[in-house]
């Protein structure tokens, strides 16, 4: 049983500010070589972390982030690939997929931790979606390396891969990409669950992931499923259509996947995210965020899921989090999840 | 010193469906005795509570609310008064404030708890902040009976009164309203608040809010002041533009607050929402959410607050919740809370 991080064509670099840039191909021989010919200022991240007094949770101060690039045209997007005289944050004419760091980073510097922007391809009109299953494969390398080695940088405790698509859930790039915020500290919506899974182990005995996974898995919510993971509608959805995907066993995260099964995980994870796509008949605007297990305390939580949700409730119609949601953190759901669910089986068939 | 809940016009009425309607009005000597014309299936509320085993939290299920009322026009407007062949919500020909349990409410029924429906105005153009200082006294008035009889419902634990003004927020009515939301279990943030004064109290032997606000008062993040209330951008907000305004001293509720500080709380509360206004020199979506005391543990926390915020960032840019504080509640505010506060002193020249 091979490491997912022992395969696969990787190429590092530096960009002119200083900033790394590595390039993960889906088969060796391509040469990312090239170099960053523009003359950008150092690079300075300026973040600050706050602690809210009232609930106890920390805010990052990012005011420098206020003039980033928001860009949805092709000519002049910084994640194309450079071109004579149209340099881009890559500096390669062509590449599969590339990761670098954010050069407006709500993390970094004196805060810690760190900020990374995925490119999913070089071409500016793909959606991952749509994108074959060896890019899906170099897509899961690629985030497999970079949560190894930003869960081994100082004080990170949280390694979370993200993708925004969309601009109604605020892509400030329509180029097909996510981001990584390596957290230096436990984000309030992990720090319950580790609370909760706590709670779990000592009252049962085990892992609290591994039971809900099995009762989902067996379940009326069922999206789509291999022998190895399981695509549901949590019982408690936040979301009119969220779907959660988690493998059967405890898998703390990308980086500790056996490499026979990253294919099949990102196959599935393509699966579901088409299964958006078909729910209303166009592209979805959708989060994909993959909780991957606390670095630092893996003996009560060592099992990965990875939730996806749109913001839509009904064609033309969206999930606004109102008052109830972003004040007082009440969620309240408008579609039942199991009947979430079988439109998303449904939608499956459609595709 | 007389209670808030001693003074004023109040008449209480019933919908054909059997819900209550409730009218304040600024002074005695209105007649709101008008009947529903309306032949009103029976009321029967169908939320469903549901726990996240994963994060522990409480999420509403509530897919009757699908289909709910979604107008931005006058003609049909359920909030106006009812005219000949034109019934509404509100039977009565005129009104200066009315309150009626929510025909679509999240809340109610097996789950507990109740949702209500204030309407600040007959007049389906105007806004809280346009109010004269009488109505908004009225609307404060309206607030604290609504406080005091919610919180002695069975099993209610939190009594959270809110307004979502304008679409980009989610209202789904232009009329100016707000609601209330007797929650029959404790929201995420009230929980977590509850915890930091516990904390605090266990630590420090003194209230949590009072230390915060007595801090705030006098540093560099006010916005505006009266003897009694301050208003402020809180040192973590989490949102570019967010104010916070509180007692001086520990008031549980507005139930609480003694009368004669009524009307000064309202009029500092409508001169922040017209600051608002004036940020981007135009009206701007805001949520304004009244975070009373939970119901059950005044021992450890009674100190009300009030979180005003726009989801704005800049004129024309808007604060998304996008993965970062949607999946992992981690929030990243663009503005530093010195210079939102800043703009907001400036703003209030300017109204």
Redesign the interface.
């Known amino acids: 049983m091979s490491s997912v991080l022992e395969t696969g064509a990787r190429t590092a670099g530096v960009l002119s500010d200083g900033r790394e840039i590595l390039y993960f191909d889906d088969e060796p021989g391509h040469d990312r070589t090239a170099s960053d010919t523009r003359d950008l200022a150092p690079f300075t991240p300026g973040?600050e972390l706050?602690?809210?007094?009232?609930?106890?949770?920390?805010?990052?101060?990012?005011?420098h982030?206020?003039t980033r690039t928001v860009s949805s045209a092709g000519g002049d997007c910084p994640l194309c690939p450079s071109r004579p005289g149209h340099p881009t944050e890559v500096p390669a004419a062509d590449y599969h997929v590339a990761v670098f760091e954010n050069r407006f980073p709500?993390l970094g510097g004196a805060v810690g931790g760190r900020c990374e922007v995925v490119s999913f391809s070089a071409d500016h009109d793909r959606s991952v979606s749509g994108l074959p299953a060896d890019r899906l494969t170099t897509i899961g390398r690629a985030w497999a390396d970079r949560t190894a080695a930003l869960s081994a940088l100082p004080g990170v405790e949280?390694v979370?891969v993200?993708?925004?698509r969309g601009a109604e859930?605020?892509?400030t790039l329509s180029h097909p990409h996510g981001?990584i915020?390596a957290?230096p500290y436990l984000?309030?919506?992990?720090a319950?669950?580790l609370?909760?899974a706590r709670?779990h182990r000592a009252e049962h005995g085990g892992c609290?992931?591994c039971?809900?996974v099995a009762a989902e898995a067996a379940g009326p919510r069922v999206v789509a499923a291999t022998d190895d993971f399981v695509a549901y509608v949590?019982?408690?959805?936040?979301w009119p259509y969220e779907v959660h995907l988690a493998p059967l066993a405890c898998v703390p995260d990308l980086a500790a996947l056996p490499g026979e099964l990253l294919p099949r995980l990102m196959a599935l994870y393509g699966d579901v995210l088409r299964r958006f796509d078909g729910l209303f008949g166009d592209p979805t605007a959708y989060?994909?965020?993959w909780?991957q297990a606390p670095v630092l305390h893996r003996a009560d939580l060592s099992h990965f899921?990875v939730?996806m949700?749109t913001t839509r409730?009904?064609a033309g119609k969206?999930k606004?989090?109102?008052?109830?949601e972003?004040?007082?953190?009440?969620?309240?759901?408008?579609?039942?999840?199991e009947?979430a669910a079988a439109l998303f089986r449904a939608a499956g068939d459609r595709s």
């Open positions: 973040a706050r602690r809210d007094p009232l609930t106890g949770q920390p805010v990052l101060i990012a005011a982030r206020q709500s949280q979370f993200f993708e925004n859930v605020g892509a981001q915020y957290y984000p309030p919506v992990q319950a669950v609370a909760s709670a609290l992931l039971s809900v949590p019982e408690a959805a936040r989060m994909a965020c909780h899921y939730q949700f409730r009904a969206w606004f989090l109102a008052s109830s972003s004040s007082a953190g009440a969620f309240i759901n408008d579609v039942s999840p009947a």
